[in-house]
């Protein structure tokens, strides 16, 4: 009898000694902050790199050697920051001459349909013109080119190959309207692998839309479209990898919120084929005043790893030059570009352009459709001159234009020019 009350007394003790212990691991504090876990020790300036995981500080070659250790370097970047495409060059740079005729771009910018376009351009095919052209390079991105143009060259020069690695506008406009279980069965077949319950993803997805009130419909769409580009990114990585062999290496550029922590396109790339991989990025760490109107007001939360393992600090840099647009809205009809309406005070306005004006030629190139007169307006700078020759009810006019970037506070935000 009293060893059985013994017996009672220890089980409960240890039952007592184990909640003890799992509750005060349930409250236990995290010791510093998971996506900096050694701060840097004084501000980072300008050109600084950092080591995230360590906290140590690196120079550029540093960086360089350990990035291209790894089989696949993810860089993150901000479209419209000079300062972002440099470091992706000088990493394509460094992958190239570490792995020649054993590199590859992915490249968030093109999707599969570009990639005869992209594979042209490489070989030579292509000029400039041609190539944004058949690409439909505005259509697709409506980035200004010239954020993209060093790196493209550099692929041509060396003959590394370029991969569209995103999803169509098609495949986007259908997925993000319609619930996956609802598409079509042939739709259906066409899409990658979807993993829809990513907890950070999700999370990252809701602070992205926590100040638009279109609703939680609105939200699911744009969740889907979010791991649409993600998972057809991440498959056609490994696709690339696997059919290059165990010698390839590729550098993926894409928009930081695809790679940053991890769990956009490397985790979902890395559950397709587990191989290394390495995750870089840059940060603003001076913004002017110009650029302010265009930063997203995002609450982003805070997530349980570093968003990078390097991270090289910048400025929010614009283009060399001041972009311009000519500052009309037009469309395509009988194989004439027609003028449907002029910004007041643009360009386009104060050289006398009218609503249904027909643009005939800009200098001496002739205007056959819209793209010839978006290209060649995106070689202008502001302060450049230039006749423009229209058509006006039957009559040819030259007028004289001198570009100037469009007028602040213009509520258009279109016309034939530097897209935004």
Known sequence: MKSHMHNRLSLALLCTTILSLTACTMTQQTIGNPEAPYPPMEPPSIGDIYHLPTGLKVNAEQMYAAATDARIIYVGETHDNPAAHRLELQLLKAVAERYPGQTSLGMEMFNSSQQEALDQWVSGALSEKEFLKK???????????????????????????????????????????????????????????????????????????????????????????????????????????????????????????????????????????????????????????????????????????????????????????????????????????????????????????????????????????????????????SGDQITLTVEREGEKITLEAIFAPLPKGDAHGMGAGHKK
């Not at 104060?350 to 060649?376: M, N, Q, R, W």
């Open 135 to 381: 690409s439909a390079w505005y259509d697709n991105w409506r980035m200004d080119y010239a954020y993209y143009s060093d790196i493209l060259n550099y692929a041509r020069e060396h003959g590394i190959r370029v991969i569209g690695l995103n999803a169509t506008r098609e495949m986007v406009k259908t997925v993000g309207s319609t619930p996956l279980d609802e598409l079509d069965a042939k739709i259906r077949e066409q899409l990658p692998a979807f993993d829809l319950e990513d907890p950070y993803q999700r999370a990252m997805t809701e602070a992205i839309y926590a100040d638009h009130s279109q609703g939680n419909k609105m939200l699911d769409g744009f969740l889907r479209i979010q791991t649409l580009w993600d998972e057809t990114m991440a498959e056609n990585i490994a696709r690339t990898m696997a059919e290059r062999g165990p010698a390839h290496r590729m550098v993926v550029m894409a928009g930081g919120n695809h790679i940053s922590y991890g769990f956009g396109i490397p985790r979902r790339a890395f559950r397709r084929m587990p191989t290394s991989y390495i995750l870089i990025g840059s940060r603003e760490i001076v913004i002017p005043e110009e650029k302010q109107d265009g930063l997203m007001n995002v609450n982003m939360p805070g997530f349980p790893m570093p968003p990078y393992d390097y991270l090289l600090y910048t400025e929010y840099e614009s283009l060399p030059g001041e972009r311009v647009k000519l500052g009309v809205r037009m469309k395509e009809a009988d194989g004439k570009v027609v003028v449907e309406g002029v910004v007041p005070n643009s360009t386009a306005d104060k050289a006398g352009v009218k609503d249904g004006d027909v643009i005939i030629a800009l200098g001496e190139v002739t205007i056959e459709d819209s793209f010839d007169l978006i290209y060649e307006v995106n070689q202008r700078l």
